[in-house]
């Protein structure tokens, strides 16, 4: 069970466009998704917390405009990276909250790797 | 402010020996704290959690990990390390003070196990 899925695995895209990733929840209902980014040999850097019907929460120097998220239902979130440039080339990957509680685990997706030209 | 340090980069050990990797936190509140192992171009996999209750917590595949709320640490161990191991761990914290779901995540030890 919690089962969280990603897609695509991996993009490529041209300087300028936009890309789209989706998170969906298998297997269970998520009221809260999170969505990170990790760089090469890093860790993960939380960009923005997202619940379903309202507006995505961000941290500080996310640009909400450039990486815009929707979490539409229970069971999607979905991440667009706007205008891409190769320095949003990176891997991102989303987690699902099963009830909301504070003490609750965050399921992971498998990741999507962007790579912008 | 909550921060999560792993000063290992790199731990290596040999197959059947037992295995450490070493996690210390600083919260202002108590702390619920993460393990979770990564492989190679995948995502997080849940390993264990500490909420309340038992300071020994144990885990998926053998794994397990003691809450010391003195030494503000939560190493992670496993009493026969297996090739299979061999992977990226992420010790993570979140703040009870300060509420939500705000998760730090350390910078992640490598570990290798030797057949």
């Excluded at chain 1, 969906?24 to 960009?47: G, H, N």
């Excluded at chain 1, 099963?98 to 912008?116: I, K």
């Excluded at chain 2, 936190?25 to 192992?37: A, D, E, I, T």
């Amino acid at each position: 069970g919690a089962v969280v899925s990603q897609h695509p695995s991996r993009v490529i895209c041209k300087s300028g466009t936009s890309v789209k990733i989706e998170c969906r929840s298998l297997d269970f209902q998520a009221t809260t998704m999170f969505w990170y980014r990790q760089f090469p040999k890093q860790s993960l850097m939380l960009m923005a917390t997202s619940n379903e019907g309202s507006k995505a929460t961000y941290e500080q120097g996310v640009e909400k405009d450039k990486f815009l998220i929707n979490h539409a239902s229970l069971t999607l979130s979905t991440l667009t990276v706007t205008s891409a440039h190769p320095e949003d080339s990176s891997f991102y990957i989303c987690s699902a909250s099963v009830s909301g509680a504070e003490g609750d685990t965050q399921y992971f997706g498998p990741g999507t790797r962007l790579t912008v030209l | 402010a909550q921060s999560v340090a792993q000063p290992e980069d790199q731990v290596n050990v040999a197959e059947g020996n037992p295995l450490t990797v070493k996690c210390t936190y600083s919260v202002s509140g108590n702390p619920y704290l993460f393990w979770y192992v990564q492989y190679p171009n995948r995502g997080l996999q849940f390993l264990l959690k500490y909420i309340t209750g038992d300071n020994l917590v144990k885990g998926s595949y053998g794994f397990e990990a003691e809450f010391n709320k003195s030494q503000t640490s939560f190493h992670l161990k496993k009493p026969s390390a297996l090739v299979s191991d061999s992977a990226l761990y992420f010790c993570a914290v979140r703040d009870t003070d300060t509420g939500g779901f705000k998760t730090i995540f350390g910078a992640g030890t490598r570990l290798f196990v030797k057949a």
